[in-house]
């Protein structure tokens, strides 16, 4: 079983720096792939950031040169990184891992960014 703990959110100033973490009490070891959606109210769940196990890296057009993701194999954790704040960038975020073929998902941490 995949329990993902997300923290780090909050409220921000446009142009402000935030690092997201999602603790998965060292249960994301050999996910197939993990990384980060957000849902911005009235919208659907969107992909933010998604990193394979093999090292590729997807990232959302409107994050990229932005927002970084990392992993902590030791302490079983995964981060996320984002830069130079937005407006836009305000939603629930949602810490994502697939292993095994099962999707696991975090609770979801408010990020709220104003101009």
């Known amino acids: 079983q995949v329990q993902l703990v997300e923290s780090g959110g909050g409220l921000v100033q446009e142009g402000d720096s935030l690092t997201l973490t999602c603790d998965s009490k060292?249960?994301?070891?050999?996910?197939?792939?993990m990384g980060w959606y957000r849902q911005a109210p009235g919208k659907q769940r969107e992909l933010v950031i998604l990193?394979?196990?093999?090292?590729?890296?997807t990232y959302a057009d409107s994050v990229k040169g932005r927002f970084t993701i990392s992993e902590e194999p030791a302490e079983g954790t995964q981060a996320l990184h984002m830069n130079n704040l937005r407006p836009e960038d305000t939603g629930v975020y949602y810490c994502?891992?697939?292993?095994?073929?099962?999707?696991?998902w975090g609770q979801g941490t408010q990020v709220t960014v104003s101009s």
């Open positions: 994502y891992v697939t292993k095994h073929g099962y999707d696991y």
């Open positions: 060292h249960s994301i070891s050999l996910a197939d792939a």
């Open positions: 990193m394979t196990r093999n090292g590729k890296t």
